[in-house]
Each structure stands twice: as C-alpha cells, then as structure tokens.
C-alpha cells in the first residue's frame, strides 16, 4: 500500500493539475464564443458560394476549362487545416488519418500544404511531401491568407506541377461535434442539383473562359476561408470538451486519494494504538 506521504503528493499533484485543465477550459470557452459566432455568421455565404458555383456550371453545357478537368501530373495537393497545439482530444489526429486513410491520397504522391503544426508533424511521419507550412495563419485567419494559398497552388496547378486539389478541416457542427471533412476543390465536381426543371443555360461574357478564370479563384479562396474559420472554432470546443472531460477525471481521482488517504491515516493511528497498548501490557 502506498505510504500517506505518497498518496498526498500525489494528491496534490492532479489538484494543480485539475487547476491547470480548468483555467484552460475556461481560455477555450471564451475564445469558443467568439470563434463560434464568425463561423456561424460566415458559414451561409461559403455554403452559397459552393453551391452557385456548382448551379452555374450544371447550366453551362459542355464547357472545356483547366479548372474542369484534372492536370497531367499525378500528384496531389492537400491543403490540411489542424492546430498548432495539442491538449485538443482526437481534434488533430482525426484529420491526419482523415488524409492518410483516404486511397486517392498516397504519400508517394500528395503534397501537403500544411496549416497548422500537428498535422504537418503528423503527416510528415507518415511519409508526406510537407511543401509549405503556413502553420502562423491559423492563429488569426483572414480572407488574404486564403487568397494568397489559392494563387499558389492554382499556380502549382497551372504549371502541371499537381492535378488535383483537396481540403481537409474539421466542420464545425456545435460545440461538442466537430466532423473531419474532405472535399475536392480542384478540379472542380459537380454534384446533382435541384433545378431538374430549369433547362436554361448560362450565358457567359465576354466569355466563358476570362468568367472562369475569375470567379474560380475567388470560389476556391472562399471554401479555404470558410474551412479557416470553421477549423478555429472546431478546435476551441475541442479542447473546451477536452479539457472539461480532464477536469471531471482529476476531480474523481482527488477524491478517491482522497478516501485512499483516510484509510492509510485510519490505518496508521490504529497501528499506533496497537503498539502503545502492546507496550503498556508488556510493561504491566
């Protein structure tokens, strides 16, 4: 049985300790509040983005584009969104099996264009190629930032370097739920839609390429901006659910030493009580 002086230090050690997880869950759910609202706020304009893009395109017949059809390079370039901090559950780890499990995305042939550290960490064990690590945008994620990453691939893209173009972040769904997400941005999909009875088809001017080359950019900046955001707050509540759940198991283990504490102490008198009555009767 372990000694008192064993199982208070030790006591002692998880109430630091369970101080530590509470302050930080305290840090996460103020920086959640926030977060949480620029997402939400964010998320109808991204989600109408993609979809208009995608009705566009469904209402342009056969239109031959760069942006539509897959590069002769066979390697691939994941942007993958985590954090640049652990002590976030399964948050990081989630999207690097995401990228690692998915047969599209060999490490033979996918670049990684990493934001945030632990997925660069992560998959640069795993054998990916990390091309560029913009880990510091995560920290405050602005619409230029997205920009600047879209033209930098869409340049790899252009110069053949890549033939496809994927994103991996965390969806944001509510504080406690948080998906890991993979979508293809380049080139781009189109999926069924709704408009079965409207067969009118778009008009483009002047034409259909300079409207492409236009708007596809700005398509892919959006989803990579709204991915930011989403990842931001997905990562918050992650921790927040982390570091609550570290909380809760600190408590439980404080007061099971805590009961193991008296037992020792209760255990201690009675054996010193045992010896001075030993001691009296020898003396009598």
Known sequence: MASIRDIKRRRDSISSTEQITKAMK????????????????????????????????????????????????????????TSNRGLAGGYNNNIAKL???????????????????????????????????????????????????????????????????????????????????????????LKEGSEKTDLTLMNYEPNEDEVLDSIIPKYMSSLIYGALLEAVASENGARMTAMDSATNNAEEMIEELGLAYNRARQGSITQELTEIIAGANAIS
């Open 26 to 81: 305290l840090i996460s759910t103020v920086k959640l509040q926030k977060s949480k609202a620029k997402a939400e706020e964010s998320k109808p304009y991204y989600d109408m983005m993609y979809d208009t893009i995608g009705s566009m395109l469904r209402k342009s017949g056969s239109i031959e584009h760069k942006y539509l059809k897959a590069g002769d390079s066979k390697r691939k370039a994941v942007i993958v969104i």
């Open 99 to 189: 990228v690692n499990g998915d047969e599209r995305l060999t490490p033979e042939l996918t670049d990684i264009y990493a934001i945030g550290r632990k997925g660069k960490e992560s998959l640069a064990r795993k054998g990916y190629t990390i091309v560029q690590d913009y880990s510091e945008v995560i920290n405050e994620p602005i619409y230029r930032d997205a920009a600047d990453i879209t033209m930098e691939l869409l340049d790899a893209f252009g110069q053949n370097r890549i033939g496809e173009i994927y994103l991996a972040y965390t969806s944001f769904k509510n504080t406690v739920t948080q998906i890991p997400t993979l979508k293809k941005l380049l080139p781009v999909e």
